[in-house]
């Protein structure tokens, strides 16, 4: 039975709930480690949310591996965002170039828009352990509103032109471990069959493509889940005659199935290969790995592109998914075929299919 609230405060509450289940689950990993700041903040255009990272003091060794115990970390933020205002026609016109099957009209005083999500991005200290991202989110716009008629009682909704869901999951290690790849991969298509059993094959298609860093002819990592654009009419992605959700009852239950596999998915991971012992050598590569992170993050990614022109971004939000430290090497000699940094790079190059 669909619930009576609007889905506005249905996925608000949701990614709360989420969020702290992820960051509960992160501290109790790793108990003697600082906890997770927990920082709330405000947009004055509209809005609210709360950011929890994780950092440790700076240490002026950073590439150097160490014996001592440290914190299975070294950066991480599970951040949600809660916001509404007026997107500025340049901010439409980049939501109507990557959103074709919804065409929003043009106006110079920009429309209206509620988006609400969860965004996390994990940056383990071990270079065995992969580092993961996540991130679900709700989108509606509407158009502006109009002047209150005198006559009525009460205020009228806008006019709703579109919603929708979007997200996804991928991993990116930098040694890799083909059993962690194939327990990440099975963990989220098992979500998503529940669902239709076509939907895990074309997102994890659509995430191979999303995260390519065409500079560099590679992959950011070994894929998982990207989507978007998920709502009631036909789908660029999706043949009309699969079994999908479509109602925004079922989207957003497919959206909880998703995020709620996050913690299966990951954490048995980082829980077997945060105790690896490393050399300076594979902290070098962990470092370089990161580099090519920053790269796409900052140069193709859709979400930081857009949040940076959104109006009264918060940017240390937006910039939460960057690591503590990377590495860029002019011509490095790392990376070669027949190495275990060239066993990565050959899976980056040609996406294989983990299931």
């Known amino acids: 039975m669909a ?22 689950a992160f501290e109790k990993l790793d108990p003697n480690a600082p906890l997770f700041k927990r920082d709330s903040w405000i947009r004055a255009q509209g809005g609210s949310g709360k950011s929890c990272v994780f950092a440790v003091p ?40 990557d959103h074709t099957s919804m065409p929003l009209p043009d106006r110079p005083e920009g429309l209206p828009f509620f988006a609400a999500g969860i965004s996390l991005v994990v940056h383990p200290r071990n270079p065995h352990a992969p580092t993961v991202h996540a991130n679900y989110r709700y989108f509606e716009i509407t158009e502006p509103k109009k002047a209150v008629d005198p006559d009525q009682t009460q205020e009228q909704e806008p006019e709703l032109l579109a919603w929708w869901f979007g997200g996804g999951s991928d991993l990116t290690p930098s040694y890799l471990y083909e059993e962690d790849a194939v327990h990440f991969h099975s963990t989220i298509q098992a979500a998503c069959d529940k669902h239709g059993p076509q939907l895990y094959p074309a997102f994890k298609e659509w995430c191979d ?26 789908h660029g992605r999706l043949s009309p005659d699969i079994k999908r959700p479509v109602t925004q009852e079922e989207i957003f239950s497919f959206i909880q199935e998703v995020g709620n596999a996050f913690v299966p998915s990951y954490l048995p991971i980082l829980k077997i290969r945060a105790p690896t012992p490393y050399t300076p050598h594979q ?31 918060r940017i240390e939000s937006i910039l939460m998914s960057l690591p503590e430290t990377a ?21 980056l190059k040609e996406p294989r299919n983990w299931v």
Not at 68 to 78: D, F, M, N, Y
Not at 288 to 307: A, H, M, W
Request: charged share 30%; hydrophobic share 35%.
């Open 58 to 97: 700076h240490d002026d060794e950073a590439t150097i591996a160490h014996d001592t115990p440290r914190s299975i970390l070294e950066k991480a933020g599970v951040n949600i965002s809660v916001v509404h205002g007026i997107l500025p026609p340049p901010a439409i016109k980049q939501m109507r170039s």
């Open 209 to 234: 493509e999303y995260f390519y860093i065409p500079h560099r002819g590679e992959c950011r990592g070994v894929g998982g889940l990207f989507f978007d654009d998920l709502n009631e009419g036909n």
């Open 283 to 313: 902290r070098r590569w962990q470092l370089i790995r990161r580099g090519r992170y920053v790269e796409f993050n900052l140069v193709y990614d859709r979400g930081t592109k857009f949040g940076l022109m959104t109006p009264g971004a």
């Open 3 to 24: 619930s009576e609230k609007p889905m506005r405060q249905r996925v608000e509450e949701y990614i709360n709930k989420l969020q702290e289940e992820i960051v509960v």
């Open 327 to 347: 590495r860029w090497e002019y011509m490095t000699d790392m990376g070669e075929e027949g190495t275990e940094e060239g066993k990565v790079i050959a899976v």
